[in-house]
């Protein structure tokens, strides 16, 4: 929780000082959903600039409070900053890696592997791991986070559902 809460401040530092203060009571009152629209509605009218790994580390905490579909739209479209980053968010929702799900023994019809975040230096890939509902959507909330090799031929991490923070910060280890 205190590295959460380490993230959060620093975001909400993006800006100003008096909408910052906004974005860090709204964690005080337990209003994350409310603080993560502000803080991203604020990067925007602001025009800040923003890197590549914060806009991934955005989406991550989106996803840890439910707001990861709402966001992603105005996440993407936060100002880039001039410089190399070395996690990217993923643009597109999509794609799949059954292999690596059936090498770490589960059983690819089960699950949909969905590309969220990249390491710029090694390649490998954070997804989400979801199930196919029954009207062929997938689950709104991810049911394992994956690391994969950049081919996305086989699984390195797994990590339960809810643990989007720490597959992301086993990601930002794996090459730092």
Not at 74 to 86: E, K
Not at 88 to 103: H, R, V
Request: proline letters at 4%; hydrophobic letters at 45%; aromatic letters at 6%.
């Amino acid at each position: 929780m205190t590295d959460d809460v380490a993230v959060w401040e620093r975001l909400a530092a993006l800006l100003p000082e008096a909408e910052a203060q906004e974005v860090k009571d709204c964690w005080d009152i337990g209003e994350q959903e409310a603080g993560l629209r502000q803080l991203v509605s604020g990067l925007l009218a602001h025009e800040t600039p923003i890197s590549e790994t914060t806009r991934a580390q955005l989406s991550v905490l989106a996803e840890v409070w439910g707001e990861r579909e709402a966001l992603t739209p105005q996440i993407l479209q936060c100002r880039r900053a001039d410089q190399t980053a070395c996690l990217k968010l993923i643009e597109l929702d999509g794609g799949s890696a059954e292999a690596a799900l059936a090498e770490s023994g589960h059983d690819p019809a089960d699950l949909v592997l969905v590309p969220w975040i990249v390491c710029a230096r090694c390649g490998q890939v954070l997804m989400r791991a979801h199930t196919r509902e029954s009207w062929g959507g997938l689950s709104y909330l991810a049911q394992h986070y994956v690391i994969t090799k950049p081919d996305h031929a086989s699984v390195l991490q797994m990590f339960p559902s809810g643990s989007a923070s720490t597959a992301f910060a086993a990601l930002q280890q794996e090459c730092s």
